[in-house]
């Protein structure tokens, strides 16, 4: 049987959101490679190996998986979420590229998983209802000033926005500085969510105004949605809704 | 045992993709509502009242739905790709919001499925790998102008973009102007991917540059994705792999 490189989504934690189509994979699978709490979401068994690998190492895990593939094993690359949003599936593809054209003919497949913004849009009701746009905000791998340009665009074409990343223990500034840009283009009564660790035990959603955030409430494993202008909320005692409804009547800019 | 209604997305097509969470609920369920062809993706069984209805009826059947699960029944609303994203979470959440205060005492769930964009995505490769915007191209529910902004802004902002409805029968030039704005915008160079009935065995995805897109490629079951400034194709004897890389170099603006 030949090689073949899987690059798996978990989804953002609960087993409920594991697609059956990612369970084959691992079932199938010779190794599994990925960042170490990923990893540790898959299931030991008899031969299956796995390959825990620190983060910031993607481009050396990704090379790893495609050498196993041409050595004949089948490999699933694990990501949480969704492994073609911020995640590692372009590492793969980085590695590919820059790697011996004998790589090119491996089969290669991209699981697609649910991705973090889906859920937690999911958990708090449906503020991803409308146009939208997803934007990392670690400055890791791309300049500040990418980041402040394409939040003062956003809001202007006035998209709901979904936020990677927010906020690293390594440049907890960098969020603070986001909110204060947002803060200046949508006004401070727009809605704001802050989904923490969505769907495992940890799980806790706050919606507030964008006036009220604080680059506190958000830390690496929060996915934080900002609503566009339209965006609503429904107060009820179970909880408030937060939603963007689809239309825009066609007297609204 | 109360009612409760679940709003459910059924991924793109492949039942690999159908999320075990999902499949609970619908094991669980007394009643389906949804469009006629994704109600025909629920298995029939003893106990389950199916429910279609034709499209643009999105308001009443959401309130049949409320209606249902206020007298005790267990309804799960059924959406294809995921259910938040220019689907049928948002309208259950207008109905929900214009109708009696006593729904809002309702369980109601929005259970995240694959959206249509991130299986493209993934069959292709990877072009969402960095940020990106997601845009409902139908004019149905909002001003052409709107649309046109959001284009313009969103090519300004360099971000990838997923274009959901990109042509229906009914208003066939709307997409023809989209590709001419995006043209003007982005030049002819940037690589496009239309990615039609991904997951089904109707599936056929083509990549060819902004220049070379013609409106017929897109139907209402096709799903754009239009690449950022530093999308790359990977050529290969087995099909060219999209994909966007994680990083931009500080001297790029």
Known sequence: MSGWVAVAGLGPGGEGLVTPEVG???AEATDVVGYIPYVARVAPREGLVLHPS?????IDRAAQALEMAAAGQRVV???SGDPGVFAMASALFEALEAGPASWRDLDIRVLPGITAMLAAAARAGAPLGHDFCAINLSDNLKPWAVIERRLRLAA???FAMAFYNPRSKARPEGFARALAVLRET???ARPILFAR???T???YLRIVSLGEARPEMADMRTMV???SSRTRVIERARGPILYTPRSIPDEVP
């Open 24 to 26: 084959t994979a691992l």
């Open 54 to 58: 620190d983060n910031r190492v993607e």
């Open 201 to 203: 035990p940890e799980e």
């Open 197 to 199: 660790a969505v769907t």
């Open 156 to 158: 202007e074409a006035d």
């Open 186 to 188: 949508c006004g401070d």
């Open 225 to 227: 949605i900002l609503g």
């Open 77 to 79: 690359v694990v990501s």
